[in-house]
């Protein structure tokens, strides 16, 4: 290997992998870039070298590119929230769309054709509504840093706003360096509650309001397309897809582990009058057995949004065994998403119709998907 530690070499982007880091090689030697677009000329120093690749951090661009802009934010680079800032937003999403299909491609041999457009985000800064303020004890400076983990995944960036969080959560941040925690090593979460959604406080809901309309009418879509008369919402949380979804189907229900949520759901649907559901606080697959035996599995949609860690194996399998008429995946993490898709698909069992991306995560390597899995006869 030509390659050492501190090398410092010009390279050509030609790829952006997913995670967010530029791919440039080096004699064929592939090298990691964060902060880069492809098609761009740049000089880098090697700082990381395994067998078959290196890491280097950005010198300087030699060769722009014209999707290149100035970043919104003063803390892009050193805060470890957000990788493109200084990409122009529509070339964020044909890269992520690209980083989809090629997982996709990859993982399950599934066609590039299935990934539509990823929809955008109609306010692509201002946008979270959750976000997690971390405090950690700089000793040779004598203060305590608050803010996001950095880039080098070490230390917090200390921090006064966040141009991606909603107007409301920098009134917080504010709030929270104001009246600091005590010592270091303590994590604090901020949030705006939703609008007519009871959500406890350690309970999930979607973090972008923004484009939830549109992820709602993407769900709905696609269940009205499979055609299904009952629907098992599983990782159902607080019953969001479950009660948006109630007018398209005959009857529905909800599974969730976490108490509290489940308490939440039925009192948000009570709240619209929904009654042709009910919710189940249990272990997933613990009670997806039983009802996957209750409703008759030709008329059946089964909702999946699970944590990013994806689906455990034994319950795709009893999803592959039982067969409902349609499963539809909702997934912020691509790779574990193809991973779990490829295991649905595989001898043929399911069909992925189309995959819908949804940019919920503007200036983030992070993108929502919701797929579109049929039964084949």
């Known amino acids: 290997m030509s390659l050492k530690l501190g090398d410092k070499i010009s ?40 067998k078959n690749f290196a890491r280097a951090k950005l010198l300087q661009v030699l060769t722009p590119s014209p999707e290149r802009v100035e970043p919104q934010c003063r803390y892009f680079g050193a805060c470890g929230g957000c990788q493109y800032q200084h990409i122009a937003y529509a070339e964020q999403l044909r890269v992520k769309q ?20 990823v929809i955008p985000c109609p306010s692509p800064y201002g946008y979270r509504n959750r976000i997690m303020i971390r405090s950690q004890w700089n000793g ?15 230390f917090v960036e200390d921090i006064t706003e966040c141009k991606i969080a909603e107007p409301a959560l920098n009134n917080q941040i504010t709030e929270v360096r104001a009246h600091p925690p005590h010592k270091g090593g303590i994590k604090v979460v901020l949030r705006v509650q939703p609008e007519n959604w009871e959500v ?10 923004f484009l939830l309309p549109k992820l709602v ?23 969001f897809f479950g009660i948006e979804s109630a007018g398209v189907v005959k009857s529905f229900i909800g599974v969730e582990y976490d108490k509290l949520a489940i308490a ?22 613990d009670v ?21 860690k994806g689906c455990w194996p034994e319950m795709l399998e009893l999803l592959r065994q039982t067969r409902p008429a349609q499963v539809i995946y909702v997934s912020c993490h691509p790779a574990t998403m193809a991973r779990d898709l490829n295991i649905l698909c595989a001898d043929g069992v399911f069909e992925l119709a189309q995959v819908q991306p949804l940019d919920m995560f503007p200036q ?12 084949r006869n």
Do not use: M, W
């Open 288 to 308: 997806l057995p039983g009802l996957l035996q209750k409703f008759s599995a030709e008329q059946t949609s089964v909702i999946l949004d699970p944590p990013r």
């Open 364 to 375: 983030t390597q992070h993108v929502e998907c919701v797929a579109d899995l049929r039964r």
């Open 217 to 239: 009418e993407t769900v709905r879509a696609f269940l009205k397309a499979g055609g299904a008369q009952y629907l098992i919402d599983l990782y159902c949380g607080v019953g």
């Open 200 to 209: 406890p406080k350690d309970s999930f809901f979607q973090n972008n309001f």
């Open 98 to 117: 690209k980083q989809i299909a090629d997982l996709l491609e990859r993982v399950g041999k599934i066609p590039r054709d299935v990934v539509a457009p």
């Open 140 to 154: 040779p400076a004598k203060k305590l840093e608050i803010g996001f983990i950095r880039t080098d995944n070490k």
């Open 11 to 50: 390279l050509t982007i030609n790829d952006t992998a997913f995670g967010g880091e530029g791919v440039g090689r080096h004699d064929d030697f592939v090298v990691f870039v964060p902060f880069v677009i492809s098609g761009e000329i740049v000089e880098v120093e090697i700082t990381e070298l395994k």
């Open 264 to 285: 939440a759901a039925r009192r948000n649907a009570t709240a619209r009058n929904i009654s042709n559901g009910d919710f189940v606080a249990a272990q997933v697959e």
